[in-house]
């Protein structure tokens, strides 16, 4: 069974950084992709960036260079650096990772995508 640990989040001043991690274990899933959202109670998940299995990014026009997004293959992990927070960077952020998973009664490989369970990010100014 594959499993998503998010972590990384917390609560900081504006001005300084974090690095949001989403770890992979289990089921033989390897981590290729990943897309990174966040959401503010009572608005709509939005996605701030969007990461492709050779590592090309994209990301939201908000973001504006603060943030980085990479992949070690290594650790089946994804990670997600924030830069210079403002408070309206406040929300919670999840991960969407995407990769190959064994499909053993088709025998063959598909595409899967799961959900971090959210890591929150409060910024005060």
């Known amino acids: 069974q594959v499993h998503v640990m998010e972590s990384g989040g917390g609560s900081v001043q504006a001005g300084e950084y974090l690095t949001l991690s989403c770890t992979v274990s289990?089921?033989?899933?390897?981590?290729?992709?990943a897309d990174w959202y966040r959401q503010v109670p009572g608005k709509q998940r939005e996605l701030v960036a969007s990461?492709?299995?050779?590592?090309?990014?994209t990301y939201a026009d908000f973001v504006r260079g603060r943030f980085t997004a990479s992949r070690d293959r290594a650790k089946n992990s994804v990670y997600l650096q924030i830069r210079d927070l403002k408070p309206e960077d406040t929300a919670v952020y999840y991960c969407?990772?995407?990769?190959?998973?064994?499909?053993?009664?088709?025998?063959?490989?598909?595409?899967?995508?799961?959900w971090g369970q959210g890591t929150p990010v409060t910024v005060s100014s």
């Open positions: 969407q990772v995407g990769g190959e998973l064994f499909v053993v009664s088709e025998s063959r490989y598909r595409f899967h995508q799961y």
């Open positions: 289990g089921g033989g899933f390897s981590v290729n992709s």
């Open positions: 990461m492709s299995p050779d590592l090309t990014t």
